[in-house]
């Protein structure tokens, strides 16, 4: 029942209820009960004759009843009513033989109604307040990613025009998907077109010398595999699995450059896609994610952040777990395009002929026209830390396998 039809009364000085208004009127005009009775709400007492409230049709009793609170200023309903017969200005004395009708409403400016709820002006006042917390607790968390660094320098909005969410790859239509044979699929995370400093600064940790920093454009946006291509994957394409460790879930490994470049072609020739290994400008750019730091994590990078040989230190970085072989992937956080695994798990075979950079400027550099030995990127589950930098370079001849070595795709 609605809590304003509830009444409460009292009688030779014991409280009954709480009733409802018509079981009251109902007691009265069957003379269950007295003429005159104590009614009140639950937070103020409204001592009224209820017998002599028109609703009853009843006479006004002889008898004069307690003191009634002073009426509110106002009332968002229908108020205790008095009429002639009151004595002192503003109801504070007793009521004669005047008219008071049962009903009371809640009082203003109290907050709760007669029934212990808020009224509905309350309501909206609480409601303000709260909407205006969160949207200055909303305010602080935005102010505090930008001054964090989120979104990273040079880092531009993919093709919808919005931002993606760091560690998780950008949703939606942006996102695509290539249907491999047995159900098995290949997905791809959106990299947009732009320009960011290929290789590192003379004053990074680890470097080499073949890591010569340089400007480089990637002048048309593509798609890069979230993750690095699994045994499931291979063995719905290839029909094999060469892997050392075992498990649907885990990279692909020992293959070659060779052998990724056939599995590329393969899907190609299914899906009508083109599909290839990506250049080594477009894996640094899209494993930086718009960051210039040694790892995409920053400055350092733990194992809890990639599978690596964690019995080793990064700058001011901490040892860890040396899981000593491949993890599943998606295991660690992505970076901020999405992608998972960048840093470690296997080494990822790259397109290009290995080869010195350019002196200047570069735009959608492809590694010399030929050469004795192809580049990979990355580290892998055994590397050293320093290994698994943005910037570091791997070469070795086209046709060796290790299980070290795996891939993943890029498709235009």
């Keep these: 029942m609605p809590r304003d039809d509830v009444w409460f009364y009292q009688l030779d000085g014991v ?7 018509a079981w009251l009127k109902e007691q009265i005009l069957s003379g269950r009960l007295a003429a005159t009775v104590r009614v009140r709400r639950e937070d103020e007492m409204a001592l009224a004759p209820a017998a002599e409230s028109p609703e009853f049709g009843l006479r006004p009793p002889s008898v004069q009843p307690p003191l009634i609170p002073s009426p509110p200023a106002r009332s968002e309903g229908p108020a205790v ?16 033989t005047g008219t008071a009708k049962l009903g009371g ?17 309350s309501e909206k006042h609480f409601l303000g307040f709260y909407l205006g917390i969160f949207l200055l607790i909303s305010f602080f968390l935005f102010s ?10 040079g880092y531009a909005p993919n093709d919808s025009g919005a931002w993606p969410s760091p560690g998780n790859a950008p949703a939606g239509r942006n996102r695509e998907e290539i249907p491999l044979p047995g159900g098995e699929s290949l997905k791809l995370a959106p990299i947009p077109a732009g320009t960011f400093s290929m290789g590192s600064p003379g004053s990074e940790s680890g470097r080499r010398d073949d890591e010569v920093q340089h400007e480089a454009v990637i002048s048309r946006p593509f798609h890069m595999g979230v993750h690095e291509v699994t045994q499931a994957q291979w063995r719905a394409v290839m029909g094999t699995n060469p892997g ?55 400055e350092t990078i733990g194992p809890h952040q990639a599978n690596y040989n964690g019995d080793h230190v990064y700058g ?4 860890g777990a040396y899981r000593q072989e491949t993890a599943e992937v998606g295991s660690f956080p992505g970076n901020a395009w ?27 550099p492809k590694g010399p026209e030929s050469g004795a030995y192809r580049v990979l990127r990355g580290g892998g589950w055994h590397s050293f830390p320093w290994s698994c930098r943005s910037a570091s370079r791997y070469m070795i001849d086209p046709g060796y396998r290790n299980h070290g070595f795996g891939f993943r795709v890029v498709m235009d």
């Design 338 to 364: 999405g992608l998972h695994d960048m840093h470690g798990n296997v080494w990822e075979w790259c397109s290009d002929w290995y080869g010195g950079y350019p002196a200047g400027s570069a735009s959608d």
């Design 15 to 21: 409280m009954l209820g709480p009733v409802t208004l």
């Design 81 to 96: 009513s008095r009429e002639a017969g009151a004595t002192g200005a503003g109801g504070g004395g007793r009521v004669g």
């Design 144 to 153: 505090g990613l930008r001054l964090a660094g989120y979104p990273p320098a």
């Design 105 to 121: 409403h809640p009082r203003a400016g109290t907050g709760r109604n007669s029934t212990g709820h808020w009224s509905r002006r």
């Design 316 to 319: 001011e970085g901490a040892k």
């Design 244 to 298: 050392r460790f075992e498990g649907d879930r885990l990279p692909v490994e020992q293959v070659s450059w060779e052998d990724a470049t056939a599995f590329c072609r393969r899907v190609s020739e299914l899906t009508g896609r083109r599909v290839r290994l990506p250049t080594e400008a477009e894996w640094e750019y899209a494993c930086r994610a718009g960051t210039g730091t040694a790892f995409n994590t920053g």
